[in-house]
Nanobody
Framework: QVQLVESRGGLVQAGGSLRLSCAASGRTFANYAMAWFRQAPGKEREFVAVVSRITYYADSVKGRFTISRDNAQNTVYLQMNDLKSEDTAVYYC????????????????????WGQGTQVAVSS
């Protein structure tokens, strides 16, 4: 069982930056692929970024967002730069058991563990 706790989001002006963090419980954090998803009002939950042994990003955030992890601290981060109004959403941290060299998943149904979500609002 993995419990995920996200940091508080916030309100940022367009062009600004924000860093989210997600702290995980458990002793096998390194064996989990960690991802961020987001959900805007009235829209489906969408993939943002994932980190396992590699990183992968949605096209909409590539070059602006950076996902990273600190296995010693059981924490995953999402650095968001050059924020746009369309980045406004509730952001969720998610974990998927993925030991060894596995495929990257961008499908939220494949992630078993989720944080509570944190609101990010970007004003234009």
């Amino acid at each position: 069982q993995v419990q995920l706790v996200e940091s508080r989001g916030g309100l940022v002006q367009a062009g600004g930056s924000l860093r989210l963090s997600c702290a995980a419980s458990g002793r096998t954090f390194a064996n989990y692929a960690m991802a961020w998803f987001r959900q805007a009002p009235g829209k489906e939950r969408e993939f943002v970024a994932v980190v396992s042994r590699i990183t992968y990003y949605a096209d909409s955030v590539k070059g602006r967002f950076t996902i990273s992890r600190d296995n010693a601290q059981n924490t995953v981060y999402l650095q968001m730069n050059d924020l746009k109004s369309e980045d406004t959403a509730v952001y969720y941290c998610a974990a998927r058991w993925a030991p060894g060299i596995g495929r990257i998943s961008t499908t939220h149904q494949e992630y078993a563990y989720w944080g509570q979500g944190t609101q990010v609002a970007v004003s234009s």
